[in-house]
Every structure is written in C-alpha cells, then in structure tokens.
C-alpha cells in the first residue's frame, strides 16, 4: 500500500502541475469573459483588468500588472499562449521543479506588464494591455538559460534551438499589429534572470536525450 502511495506521489510531483493550473485558469477565465461579453474589446478587457496605464499610474491599480496576464483578446489569441505556454512552460517545470516554475511565470508575467507599462507611458501612447504571453515568454527565456547552463544540450534541447526560437517569437511580434512587444522583451529577460538566481543544474541532465 504505501509502495502504491509513494508511486503515486511520484507521477504526481513529475507532472506539470503549475502549468496545467495556469493553463487551466487562463482558459477557465477566458471562457467566463467571452460568456459574459466581447473579448475583443478593449473597453470591456479594461473592466476585466486589462493593463491600462491610467489606471496604474493614476489610480494606483497595480494588481492590474498581475490581472492582465489572465485576459485574452480573443481565441486565438487564448490558443496560441497556451500551446506555447505547454510546449515549453512543461519543460521548465520539469527541470527547475514546480515553486520555482510558479515564482519564474508569475515575476515574468509581471514585469512583462510592467515594462509595457513604462513604454506606453514613455511615449505617450496608451493601449488596453492583455495576455499571458509576458509569462510564457518568460518562460522561453527560463529555458534558454537552462539550456545555457547544461552546455548547450539538455533534454535534446539546444542553444540554437533556443535562441532560434527566441528570436523568431520576437520578430514575429515585431512584423504584427497590435502585439504588446515590450511585454514579451520584459517577459523573457525576466525569466532569464530569475532562472539565473533559481536554476541549479543537476548531474544527469547534462547531456540528456
């Protein structure tokens, strides 16, 4: 019995946990926003928590850096944050562990608002900010610096491959309307250097298949 049990907390704890939660709440969240009206709104973000700098700045609503992360413009918009979000997010969390994959997507999220925030403000242009792709490019940047600090190579994962990566999300920002590229800039630096602090690399990954 307690071989079953200890099993069973086994699969448990090497399961993604933290991203199958964000990933669960981001949808969850979604579908009560798209039920109760137009996801396409800016207007309608902004009641929901939408990044506003107004509202920060101006009325002091910082939980607005957090609560933006959890809105989506849209399907699309939900679906592609979530694959990339699962695709690399279970990766993260398989090799940092499931605390350190929930401080990296949460400080990533954040400061991903955060520098979007400072670059509307900077430029006097301002714009209803949604989406978890400051954490989920965090994410991104949390592997590339595992990838780093496994000399290239882990879990058949490599630099190029993660920088190549890296590099086209960026540019695809770029060439498209309407994408909050300072959020994903903040996003994956953040989740860079956070990893830098949490990451310690274990024995056995080095190299790994």
Partial sequence: ??????????????????????????IAIFLLTDFMGDT????????WGGMFPPRIY????Y??????????????????????????GSRV?????????LTIYLLSGICGSLLSCLAMISKGEYAVSAGASGAVFGMIGSLLWIVV??????????????????ALSLYYG????????????GGILTGF?????????RPHEVGAA
């Fill in 93 to 101: 969390e398989k090799l940092t562990g499931h605390w350190k994959t």
């Fill in 58 to 61: 101006g009325e002091g609503q």
């Fill in 63 to 88: 939980w607005r850096l957090l609560s933006s992360c959890f809105l989506h413009y849209g399907a699309d918009h939900l679906t592609n944050n979530m694959v990339l979000l699962c695709c690399v």
């Fill in 149 to 166: 600090r496994n000399r290239g190579n882990v879990d058949g994962i490599t630099t190029k491959g993660m920088v190549l990566m890296a």
């Fill in 193 to 201: 250097l956070v990893t830098i602090l949490l990451y310690r690399r």
């Fill in 1 to 26: 019995m307690r071989e079953k049990q200890r099993e069973l907390a086994e699969r448990i704890n090497k399961m993604p946990c933290v991203i199958i939660f964000f990933a669960a709440a981001n």
């Fill in 174 to 185: 770029f060439v498209s309307v309407g994408v909050d590229n300072a959020g994903h800039i």
């Fill in 40 to 47: 396409q709104s800016a207007e309608y973000i902004e009641r």
